[in-house]
């Protein structure tokens, strides 16, 4: 509903939630103000500059009783249109981040794992904001860590998410980063611990920060024993946009091992010599019935690949 104190946006809580509420202003000069209300019109809660510049934002609300909730949006000065979102935490974290309070090591987020034998998890959500009095990075603190334990990290961006290669690191307690292995899209970072020490997680990225910069975040710790395998990935992948009947086409790709074992003899396929299965052309019930053949192909090679290193072939 609109009323003179501005505009009333609904939206429904469980109590155990925690929500984040955010009113940004990219398109205009806008400088808003925003509050959480209760079912019963109370206060609760507002967001005053608390985002990008004068925009707002209230982060990490607990909620405590189910029911509906108001987010009241009305303008400080000038006109304009804005972007409401509500961000609601549930079976996930939330990170805290009014102001940037997360973009350093002092002032990293809480991240809590949940303890199953001898591995522990979790999962927690966050926004890269807009650069505004600072660029946002996300600190988040996994609590100390043993030596002989791994730090697996990587992100998840929902469908809607705006950011463009986001970048993980594992950092100790002086804020260094570890020597991390990072995927190729750069969501996803390893370390193996060898001093005990708090270890923390941070996030930036490279573009696309905003009022649509989600990320999802998992992080665990195992036992490093139980990660000693090599982990290998297609780094990339170059063909043609289009061929024709009869052209050669010529593919080349990159293998890299990101996995624990320093080498292994293990296959790979960097070559495409010969088809090995073709699905061809069937009857159903006397009927000729097209089918489009699909050719595979696999060569296997037999080569060690270096941890860390990569393989390329066409
Ligand atoms: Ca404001
Ligand atoms: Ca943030
Ligand atoms: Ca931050």
């Known amino acids: 509903m609109e009323g003179a104190d501005g505009d009333y946006w609904s939206f429904e809580a469980l109590a155990g939630d925690v929500v984040s509420i955010s009113v940004d202003t990219p398109e205009s000069a806008l400088d808003p103000y925003v509050q959480l209300r209760s079912a019963a019109d109370g206060y609760l809660a507002e967001g005053w500059n608390y985002g990008p510049g004068s925009d707002e934002l209230i982060s990490h609300q607990a909620i405590t009783s189910s029911g509906t909730y108001y987010a009241r949006v009305s303008g400080t000065s000038g006109t304009g249109s804005y972007r409401l979102r509500v961000d609601v935490g549930r079976g996930v974290q939330l990170e805290t981040d009014a102001s940037y309070s997360n973009d350093s090591i002092s002032g990293a987020n809480q991240f809590a794992l949940e ?49 463009v290669r986001p970048v993980v690191e594992i950092r100790d307690s002086r804020g260094n980063p570890l020597a991390v292995v990072v995927s190729p899209i750069e969501t ?52 043609p946009t289009a061929a024709s009947s009869g052209e050669t086409v010529r593919v080349s790709w990159t293998v890299r091992n990101f996995g624990t074992v320093k080498r292994s003899r293990i296959p790979i396929t960097p070559a495409a010599t010969s088809p090995t299965r073709t699905t061809r052309p069937r009857r159903d019930r006397g009927r000729r019935t097209r089918v489009k053949q699909v050719r595979h192909w696999a060569v296997v090679h037999e080569g060690c690949l270096p941890r860390h290193y990569s393989c390329r072939g066409n």
Not at 120 to 127: D, E, L, N, P
Not at 204 to 221: C, E, I, K, R, W
């Open 115 to 163: 303890v199953v034998g001898a591995r522990r998890s979790g999962t927690i959500a966050g926004t890269i904001m807009a650069a505004a009095e600072s660029v946002d990075e996300d600190y988040f603190n996994l609590g100390a860590v043993n030596a002989g334990e791994s730090i697996l990290v990587s992100l998840r961006l929902p469908e809607s998410s705006s950011l």
């Open 188 to 239: 996803a970072a390893r370390a193996h611990i060898t001093t005990r020490d708090n270890y923390y997680v941070s996030v930036v990225t490279l573009a696309g920060q905003g009022s649509h910069g989600q990320y999802l975040m998992d992080a665990a710790v195992w036992p490093a024993s139980g990660l000693d395998f090599p982990d290998l990935v297609v780094k990339q992948v170059t063909a």
